[in-house]
């Protein structure tokens, strides 16, 4: 059974960091997409970071958010520096098992396969 599992979130002030990790047990993930999307009170769903052998970033995290991975741990990263009030949200994580690591990852919620339950960020100004 595929799981994802989020851990890192908390309350942290403006200009702070966090990092958030996303342990995937089930299966081997060196070779699935993963991604960081996140969701604020009454905003949809929407892409942060994408990792495959590529990477790619919203345009309002880039230069702040880093997003890594640990093959040998089967988890991915994400180093969230010079933190803004408006990226409070809660944060998941998601896996994209089909498709190219050669392949620039997908912004698209609906092609990642594996969701985690969510990890909640709140920065305070």
């Known amino acids: 059974q595929v799981q994802l599992v989020e851990s890192g979130g908390g309350l942290v002030q403006a200009g702070g960091s966090l990092r958030l990790s996303c342990a995937a047990s089930g299966r081997t993930f060196s070779s699935a997409a993963m991604g960081w999307f996140r969701q604020a009170p009454g905003k949809e769903r929407e892409f942060v970071a994408g990792s495959t052998y590529y990477v790619l970033y919203t345009d309002s995290v880039k230069g702040r958010f880093t997003i890594s991975r640990d093959n040998a741990k089967n988890t991915v990263f994400l180093q969230m520096n010079s933190l803004k009030p408006e990226d409070t949200a809660v944060y998941y994580c998601?896996?994209?098992?089909?498709?190219?690591?050669?392949?620039?990852?997908?912004?698209?919620?609906?092609?990642?396969?594996?969701w985690g339950q969510g990890t909640q960020v709140t920065v305070s100004s």
């Open positions: 998601a896996a994209k098992l089909v498709g190219s690591m050669w392949s620039t990852p997908s912004r698209s919620g609906r092609d990642y396969d594996y």
